[in-house]
């Protein structure tokens, strides 16, 4: 046995967009073991929940992600729309399916770039990023914000998108579609993508169940585990196809989000043809008394927002566990026995969002 | 095997105009729902202080003595929601953002509001 040395990798690295550190036990270039720690930015979301009252928290609850951000705030409404028993109007369920889709493009588009960026792929990086820059300035149009939307609120939405701007999104899609079609068939087809990514951090259907992986870091292990099957929301009413990959590497997981891309554009048109014309919210009396757990598909998986309250404004406790925390487990499995130079490439292919996980 | 599969790809970029924008010579991107900064008209404001209670992030201090209306714009996340609560409506959304300072502060606007005076016909009457 050769001499083990320990390599710090991260908080600062060029490949992590945010702080996560891990320690790699090395035996020449080969990776036997990592010890992950996290704290570096934990802000202390859930305990703010005491000093804002349940309707103001919505704001910062979107405020967890920089780039799911409506889907964070949206949960945490439906969690206490559970609680207080209130139906949301139909339209406002399917505008939250338009705009989670939306940011489920946005996302993978995000990540598919500073993906490209670790394999060395500059070129590609660029193409990513301008393509989600159109689904950018769709948020911006229909919300008022690039990033943060602020739409969410208990009870419905607070903003409506109009008959007209909805057809013209449909027609924009094919555009859209056209030109993700060509930036994915170059991370799907071209064979130095492939050889970069194929058979790297590779992971078994049954480890990456055991070690609870979720979102397209499970897909990609062929299991198939879509929360949107379980039909929250407006979900019920639509065809949800769920995009899985068996061989569990980093190309794999790329595939599936890749594919992914079509089946939220494909989500946002049924959602478009079967939206109904009536009001975008309902009044919201009273306070929650209760407690629930919400749970929702993310790009990067399963989200948990559980909420208790006491009839009072604030809320008692608020807990999020986001769909990072729980891939942290598998990464560690897919990078015992790789060689040091994957090591980015393999880090970045759960699609780390460490803001998320430390709240 | 398939390589170069990017080349199209470039070969249209390099032919097309740039994706960017010389920000800040040339103006940022902005839609009518935008949300840039918040504007208070003095004039309208009744110092309900409703929009205090509402920021999510404290960003605003109403004086009703001194008659100000304080907003810290590096708290203010603009979320739009005193806009949405304002009573008197004499708050609203700009749709250009701040511009980039060096020293953080506060921006004070003045309530420049009279209550009108109640009409007098009681009196009058009495008279």
Redesign the interface.
Known sequence: MSKQIIVPFGPQHPVLPEPIHLDLVLEDEKVVDVVPSIGYIHRGFEKLVEKREFTEYVYIAERTCGICSFIHGATYCQGIEQIMNIQVPERAEYLRVIWSEFSRLHSHLLWLGLFADAFGFENLFMGAWKTREKVLDFFEETTGGRVIQGTSKIGGVRRDISGERLDRMVKDLDDLDREMKELTDVFLHDDSVKHRLRNVGTISRNDAYHLGAVGPTARGSGVAIDLRKSGYGAYDRLNVPVVTDSCGDCYSRCAVRAKELFTSTDLIRQAVKKITEGPIDVKVTGAPDGEYFMRAEQPRGELVHYLKGNGSKFLVRSRIRTPTLTNIPPLIKMLQGCELADVPVIVLSIDPCISCTER | ??????V???LK?VLSKP?TILYPVQAA???P???GHVVQDGSKCISCSICVK???AQAIVLDKEAKTWQINRFRC?????CV?TCPAKCLS?DTQYTAPATAKGVETFAITYVKPAKPEKKDEQKQ
Do not use: G, Q
């Not at chain 2, 996340?77 to 929601?81: A, F, G, K, M, T």
């Open positions: 095997m398939v390589y170069f599969e990017m199209k790809t470039a970029t994706a991107k902005k839609t729902l935008s949300r509402k920021c999510p996340v603009v979320c739009n929601s949405d959304m």
